[in-house]
């Protein structure tokens, strides 16, 4: 099961337009660990932006870390 805690702000950074809508996914994930060969428990975080000049939203995966138990 995931769970999902999202946010939506306006971004003042010069390098995005203003007014461009830009929220913040964070998903609690279980995936293989190829090193250890085992399952564990995975927080990724995810910026989710709309570009214009595609006319879609695009997601793009930001920050990976071991979930806190």
Do not use: C
Not at 31 to 48: D, F, G, K, P
Request: hydrophobic share 40%; charged share 30%.
């Amino acid at each position: 099961m995931s769970t999902i805690a999202t946010s939506s702000f306006l971004l003042s950074d010069p390098a995005f337009p203003l007014g461009v809508d830009t929220r913040w996914e964070t998903q609690n994930r279980t995936v293989w660990n190829e090193q250890e060969h085992a399952s564990e428990e995975r927080e990724l975080v995810y910026e989710i932006s709309w570009i214009a000049e595609l006319g879609v939203w695009r997601r793009f995966l930001r920050f990976e870390q071991k979930a806190r138990n």
